[in-house]
Every structure is written in C-alpha cells, then in structure tokens.
C-alpha cells in the first residue's frame, strides 16, 4: 500500500468523520470510524516494522505507532488522527521530495533521442535513433537532438550540451568535430557521420547511470537509524513518568503524540537526494547517498596521470637532433614516415608539422612494439625506440620520445609532453582547503615524469611505474585514518582502481562510458575542478543533513518535556508536530541550492 493512499484514506476518515461530529452531531461514530482507519493504518505500519526488524534494522517508526495506538486507546481520537495525517503525509512528502531532488536526472530519460534524418544516396529518411548504424550519414535540423555520437562531416553548427555536461554555454563545432548524443543543434543544420550506435553513444551510458542513482541508505543515514533505541527509550521514560506523576494515561499519550520522530526520518534522505541532484545539476552524477557520504569526509585523494592531471594528448616538446642534421630534416623524415602510422606519437608529430613538410614514404614496414623503417627521398629511415633505430652509443632520455635515424646515421629525437589541465593546481589547491590531507598520484609513466608534475601541482605523494594491479594494490593499503580514499581516472584503464577506491569518480565524457560498471560518481565534462565542486557539495549535503537530524532531535526532546506537564493537549501536539516535520523537509532541501551563487558552468 503506497504511501499515498494512506494518506488519502487518512483524510477521507479525517473528513467523514468532522462530518458525523460537528453536521450531525454523531461523536461516536466519528470516533469509531477514526479508531478502524486508523488501527488499520498502524496495523500495515507495523507489519512494514516487524519486516524491517527481520532485516535486522530498526525504524523509527514505532514511536509513531506507539503515539497512534495510545491516543485512540485513550480516546483522543482526533490527535490519533492528526499523527496518521503527520506520518502518512510526511512520508508522501518524502516521496515528493525525493521526485523533486531527482527531477534533473530522470528529465534524461524524458529526453532521450528518439528518431534520426537518414542520408543515403542523395534521400533523407527518417528512422528510429536506435536504427543508426555506424558510419552512416545522419541529419540534424536546427533544433533536434544529436541521436548518437557522430563526427561532423558537413557544415558549422553551435551545440547546446547542458543536458550532457553541465556547460550552459553553446559549443562550437565544425567538420572533424565529435559529437556527443543528446547534444541539442542550434541555427545551423549539420550532416554527421554516426560513430557509435544509440546503444552504445553518450546518452545511453549517461541513463543507465541515472539508472543506477536511486537513493541508497549512506552510514549517516543508518546512524539516524541508530539514533531510534535511546531516542524510543527517552519518549518512554518521560511518557511514563509523566502518567505516573499525573496519574492521567492521557498524559502518556500527549508526550508520544510529540515524540513522533517524522523529522529524523526525513532529514537526512532528502538531504541525500537534494544533495545528489545538485551534483547533477554541476555536471556530475553520483549513484548513491553514500557516495555523498564518503566525498564530503574524504582524507585522501589519488590520481591517474593521463587524462586526468593532464589532458591526454602529448605534444610534442622538444627537438634535438644530431651534429649532421638540422630540426627541420629531423622532423620532415620523421614526420614522412609516421603519417600513415595510428600511434599516438605519430598523430601528434603530424599535426605538429606543416603538410609540405611530408614526402611520400615507400617499402613502408612496421616493427611490433619497436618502430617504422621506410624510404624517404630515396634514405633508409628508421622511427621508434631507441635500440630500434641505432647500436651508436647514445644516452636514452628519461621522457617520452621517438628516435630518428637516416641510411643508419643517428639523426636525432624528438620529445612529447603531455600538456598539464590548466585547472589542476587549483583544483588540488581547492581540494586541500576544502581538508582534503592527502594527494596523490598514481601513474603507469615513468616515476621521474610523475615527479616532475607532481611538484607543478603540488602533490603530496607520487607512485611511477605501476601497472593496473599496483594502483589497486597501493589503494587497499591506505590505511583507516587516511580513509575515505577517492580515486580519480579517465574510466578505462583505470577501472580496477576505481573499484579498488572507497569512491571511485570517472573523468569526462569517455569516461562516463567506461566506468559506468566501476565509478561511483561521473564527472561529465573534462574539467578536473569540478572534483573540488562535488567535494564541496558533499560537504554542504552532510552539514544540513547532521544539522537538520540535530535541530529535529532538540525540538522534540522539548516538546516530549512539555507535554509532559500537560501544557499542550494531545491535538494541539500533534499540530506542532506536523509543523515540525514541514520544517525538518524545508531544511533539508536546501541542500539542492548553490548557496555560494557560484554557476554549474564553472
């Protein structure tokens, strides 16, 4: 039976019965009708209650119960009946809050791309998203959504991809641009080329995450739940006391109907949820109220290297070559061998240089894990590693470089840097204000390339030369007051330590497809600083949630003390305790605000 319609029956017996009383005068029968309602209500919540007790939990519930039983035992019936309206109510606004905490995450499912403008042989059909193949050529008219993630072939287009990212401004995107599903053309029509299929593009991975965010209870939550057995017992001693002092059972009563413990019911869930859609609001989607939890009490926070500190795309830094050669021979034979390679370092030599550089490469060979060797203008050039390219006794440099040699002759290196986020030292500045104690880096690259922009940064710690298996290794062995520990990758290689890690969080939107199985938390948008926004989020959510759970405990610690002079009759308390609970559910959802004013695009 849904919280809903106990509410509604509540009211119904609520309003039937104020007709039998008050039109025609019929008091007991309004009494009998609110006494059955309201036994048979307290009779489902029980049941709810001992199920709950089997799971080996302990609700706070039974307070309520224990309040609806006494006044209808006594005869405030009335009073009984405002308690069923208080808890069935405040559970439906629960229910209600928590919608409306979530809205922005379930509005991606609302949204989803359903059809697509098929181009083939000059005709545009149209066709369900889901039919796109890849490859296939697709139109998107000004204002439709991108239905799967493609490449811009045809045409410049501005792309709204808030619903994505979090990035209120338009993006622009031109011919070679990708583009993520989901995204929202603007003016321009544009023809695509479907890299992904529906199945597989961004916004299917983004919904089954939304998928996976229904609320789960965090440990505050279940300290809440702790907070049940002293907070019973203490409702019970002052209730009994005060009957026995008085020796007026109604007495009894008056103090349950008070106890009723609705706010710290609501508290921290709702603060939870609040919490979790302001994150998604921010570009970020956290699964669970756990992992709001653990973010805000983070201690430690690790990071892969590539992708994550840096932006994943090497550049080239230096060139050096031999006594016999000059930079720009270095890099024209370079270059001419690599530009039919797919290897990073040979995409990023080529778009380094200028076309009319390249000559033509023939008897093209490439050697596993080693290099290329081709003719160029008529030398024998070899490209890789250096044992590859030359026996000459010359010094391997510590960095990530290719070696060059001509018709056997050391020609020279050139040298690749991955160029370093531009927000990264702020944002582990950020992190360290916000009490994070520990940063570390955890990286397959070499120690000494850690260590070089591990000091840039200002990182605390730096662990090189590590395959997936090590990171995972080094992350269970973090000790407990150094926990909760977050680890921060680009959601592929990463994977195992993402799972390894208290809270593991996915960077961008490749890695959102990756770590879909492994994160606990998405950020969607390369753009490291929101890490330090969902930290600090965290913190905000957990605040008002601890803060709201204590105010509630106050407020009806007082009021059990006095009702128990028998100040306030047993209605009149449960009026205040309806006030009580609109306050704890107002409190609380302050945790979906920004309160600091500061944008999501930030």
């Known amino acids: 039976m849904s919280h809903g319609f106990k509410l509604g029956m509540t009211l119904v017996a609520g309003v039937v019965a104020l007709i039998l009383e008050f039109g025609l005068h019929d008091a007991l029968f309004a009494q009998i009708l609110v006494t059955v309602i309201g036994a048979f209500v307290a009779l489902t ?7 709950t007790l089997r799971s080996g939990k302990y609700g706070v519930d039974m307070l309520a119960i224990m309040a609806i039983v006494a006044t209808l035992a006594v005869g405030e019936y009335w009073a009984g009946l405002m308690v069923l309206v208080m808890l069935t109510g405040g559970d439906t606004l629960e229910d209600y809050a928590s919608h409306k905490a979530g809205q922005e995450l379930k509005s991606l499912l609302d949204n989803s791309p359903q059809k697509a403008h098929l181009v083939k042989n000059g005709r545009t059909t149209d ?7 890849v490859d296939d050529y697709i139109l998107v008219k000004p204002g439709e959504q991108v239905p799967v993630d493609s490449r811009v072939i045809k045409g410049t287009a501005t792309m709204d991809e808030s619903s994505l990212t979090g990035e209120s401004r338009p993006v622009e995107k031109g011919v070679g641009s990708d583009i993520m599903s989901g995204s929202v053309n603007g003016d321009q029509a544009i023809t695509l080329q479907a890299t992904s299929t529906a199945a597989n593009s961004q916004y299917q991975a983004i919904i089954k995450l939304v998928k996976q965010s229904a609320s789960q209870p965090a440990r505050f939550v279940r300290m809440a739940d702790r907070y049940a057995v002293p907070f019973t017992i203490i409702a019970v001693l002052i209730a009994v006391i005060a009957w026995l002092i008085s020796g007026d059972p109604v007495r009894l009563a008056e103090v349950l109907v008070v106890a009723s413990p609705c706010p710290l019911i609501l508290a921290a869930p709702i603060a939870l949820v609040s919490g979790m859609s302001r994150t998604s609001k921010n570009g970020i989607i956290v699964k669970t109220g756990t992992t709001i939890e653990k973010l805000a009490l983070a201690k430690t926070i690790a990071f892969d290297k590539t992708g994550t500190l840096t932006k994943g795309k090497l550049e080239v830094s230096q060139i050096q070559p031999s006594a016999k050669f000059d930079e720009q021979t270095l890099l024209h034979f370079a270059a001419s061998a ?35 060797e081709a003719m160029i203008d008529g030398k024998h050039v070899k490209v890789g590693k250096l044992k590859f390219v030359t026996d000459e006794p010359i010094e391997k440099l510590d960095k990530t470089a290719i070696y060059v040699s001509v018709d056997g002759q050391y020609a020279g290196v050139i ?25 570390v880096m955890l990286t397959g690259d070499q120690s000494a390339i850690g260590n070089s922009i591990a000091a840039d940064l200002g990182l605390d710690e730096v662990h090189g030369d590590l395959l997936p298996e090590n990171k995972v290794e080094i992350l269970r062995e973090v000790p407990s007051e150094n926990r909760p520990v977050i680890m921060v990758g680009d959601g592929v290689n990463d994977a195992p330590s993402l799972t390894a890690a208290d809270v593991g969080v996915a960077m961008g939107e490749h890695g959102a497809t990756a ?5 606990d938390a998405v950020i969607l948008k390369d753009d490291l600083h929101r890490l330090a926004r969902a930290v600090k989020i965290s913190q905000d959510t957990m605040r008002i949630a601890r803060n709201d759970v204590l105010t509630g405990i106050v407020i009806l610690v007082v009021l059990m003390l006095i009702a128990a002079t028998g100040i306030i009759p047993a209605l009149l308390g449960a009026i205040f305790q309806e006030a009580v609970d609109t306050i704890t559910i107002l409190l609380a959802l302050r945790a979906r605000s920004d309160h600091d004013k500061k944008s999501s695009s930030d």
């Open 45 to 51: 919540m029980l049941i709810e209650m001992i199920r």
């Open 127 to 133: 066709i369900l998203a889901n039919e796109v193949k």
């Open 338 to 372: 690599e530009q039919q390679s797919g290897h990073v370092l040979a995409r990023s030599l080529i778009d380094y240089v200028s076309a009319d550089m390249l000559s033509e490469a023939s008897e093209l060979k490439e050697v596993t894990a080693q290099g290329i």
């Open 415 to 439: 040298t690749f840097l991955d160029q370093l986020r531009p927000e990264a030292k702020a944002t582990i500045s950020e992190l360290k204000e916000l009490g994070v104690e520990k940063t």
């Open 515 to 519: 770590a879909s199985e492994s994160a």
